[in-house]
C-alpha cells in the first residue's frame, strides 16, 4: 500500500510518500487474506502507527495499529479501530497465550482526531521522559 503523509508525529515528514507491507495479496486473479491484517482502499485517511523491518514499514500490531478517519456530522475528523472477528491475547510465561476475547467496546469508540493525536503525543513525551515507564514486554 502506497500512502501520503498529511501529518505525522514521528519518523516521516510530511508530504512524503510512504509504502507500507501487509500480509496477504493478489496475483493474477487469486488473492489471500490474513486475519487481523489491514487492508485499505484507495483514498481512505487513517491514522498509522508504524515501524520498520528488515527493510520495510509495517503498520504496528497489525490492525491494531491502523485507524480509521472518518466525519461527524459537523465535519470533525474522527478515529475508528476496525478489528471485527479479532481476539485479543496476553503473553504467559514462555512461550504460552492467554485467549481472551473480543475488544471492548471501550475500546472500539471513535475519538476524535485532535483528541487522539493530544493523546498519542503526551505518551510520547511520557515515555520520553521515563522510558522504564513504556518499555515493551515480551
Known amino acids: 500500500y502506497t500512502f501520503n503523509v498529511r501529518q505525522a508525529l514521528r519518523g516521516a515528514r510530511p508530504g512524503e510518500t510512504v509504502v507500507l507491507r501487509s500480509l496477504g495479496g493478489s496475483v493474477g486473479g ?14 481512505e485517511e487513517a491514522l ?3 515501524d520498520q523491518r528488515g527493510g520495510h514499514r509495517w503498520v504496528v500490531g497489525m490492525e491494531q495499529g491502523a485507524f480509521r478517519l472518518t466525519k461527524d456530522r459537523s465535519g470533525r475528523k474522527l478515529v475508528q479501530r476496525r478489528l471485527d ?13 492467554k485467549l481472551g476475547g473480543p475488544p471492548s ?3 472500539l469508540l ?3 482526531l485532535d483528541e487522539t493525536l ?7 513525551r511520557q ?5 522504564a515507564v513504556c518499555q515493551v514486554r515480551r
Open 30 to 43: 487469486l488473492g489471500m487474506r490474513v486475519s487481523g491484517s489491514p487492508s485499505f482502499t484507495v483514498g
Open 48 to 50: 498509522l502507527f508504524v
Open 85 to 97: 472477528g479479532l481476539s485479543l491475547a496476553e503473553a504467559q510465561g514462555a512461550g504460552g497465550l
Open 105 to 107: 467496546a471501550a475500546a
Open 110 to 112: 471513535p475519538r476524535t
Open 118 to 124: 493530544r493523546l498519542v503525543d503526551q505518551t510520547i
Open 127 to 131: 515515555c520520553a521522559a521515563t522510558p
